[in-house]
Each structure stands twice: as C-alpha cells, then as structure tokens.
C-alpha cells in the first residue's frame, strides 16, 4: 500500500510498479504536451494533475478541494472544477463516471477509447486503450441493433491481479 493525500492507501498494480516514475513521467509529459499544444498549466492544474497522479484510485473533486485548501491554495469548488475541465480537454485526465471521479491518462499524446478495469477490493483504476477487435464488436453491436452512439465509456469491475491472488489464497 501506498500512502496518499486522501487518507488511505492505494495498492501498487504490480510487484515492480514504479509509482513515484507514474507520477514524475505523467507531469514531465504534461510539461510538454501544453507546451506542444501552447496552453498554460497553471500552478492549480498542475497540482490538481499531480494529486491525480498520487493514487491509481479514482479521485473526487472535493477530496481534491480540501487538500488544496490544506495546501494554502485559495481554492473553490469553480477553481477545482475549471482546472479538471482543461486537464479533461487536454487529454491528462479521464473522468470515470460510475465513481464520479477521475483518473490520470497515461496516453494522453494521442485520441483514443480506452476501457477502465477497476478494483472493487482495492479500489484501483487500470487504464487498458481498447483493442480492434473490441472496437469492431462494439460498432457490429451497435449496427446490429439500430443504435447509434454519440460516445462510450467502458468500466468493468471486478478484483485486480492482487486482489484476486489474495482472494485465491484464503
């Protein structure tokens, strides 16, 4: 388990995960993709993106509010809100709408649909970007039956590889 600003632990996706590389990778893209795209990432998206970053758990708004608040950061529920809407734009975040929360994009160089397999035990969020044939069985599915998407979201839950090694266990 790792430690984190929202008062409990996340665990580490696997044995060798290098966190701290998450999150020092995900801003040093960051740096250069706003660079690239010539918006600004202010000093409170820049935090907002790191304390996404902190955790592979999904983090709410509020949670985010209160430690920017803790941090001195003259922050509001607007500033917090305009901050995950360009990280949201810019492709840095994803929100996850079934836990109303947000995870960070470890893709975020190019467009891409993505499902998000996420722990019910543990609580983290793996991002996985969705395959052809996943694709294909999603458009086949939609013609199939008349439907025509405007967009997706693909969340399943389940156990993670920890989780289910320690559920197997006992």
């Known amino acids: 388990m790792?430690?984190?600003e929202f008062g409990r632990g996340a665990s580490i996706l696997a044995i060798d995960h290098d966190h701290s590389g998450c999150v020092t990778g995900a801003m040093a893209r960051a740096d250069a993709l706003c660079l690239e795209r010539g918006v600004r990432l202010t000093p409170v998206r820049r935090r907002v993106l790191e304390l996404i970053w902190r955790s592979h758990e999904p983090v709410?708004?509020?949670a985010?509010?209160?430690v920017l608040r803790q941090e001195g950061f003259n922050a509001q529920p607007p500033t917090v809100y305009r901050a995950l809407e360009f990280l949201t734009e810019q492709r840095l975040i994803h929100r996850l709408e079934s836990r109303n929360a947000f995870i960070g994009c470890p893709s975020p160089d190019h467009p891409h649909q993505a499902v998000y397999l996420i722990c019910t035990d543990c609580g983290t969020v793996e991002e996985r970007?969705?395959?052809?044939?996943l694709t294909e069985a999603l458009a086949?599915?939609?013609?199939?039956?008349?439907?025509y998407g405007t967009?997706?979201?693909l969340e399943l839950t389940g156990l993670c590889r920890g989780c289910g090694a320690k559920q197997s266990v006992a």
């Open 2 to 4: 790792i430690d984190n």
């Open 60 to 62: 709410g708004a509020y």
């Open 64 to 66: 985010m509010l209160d």
């Open 129 to 133: 970007e969705e395959t052809p044939a």
């Open 140 to 147: 086949a599915l939609a013609r199939h039956t008349g439907f």
């Open 151 to 153: 967009g997706r979201m």
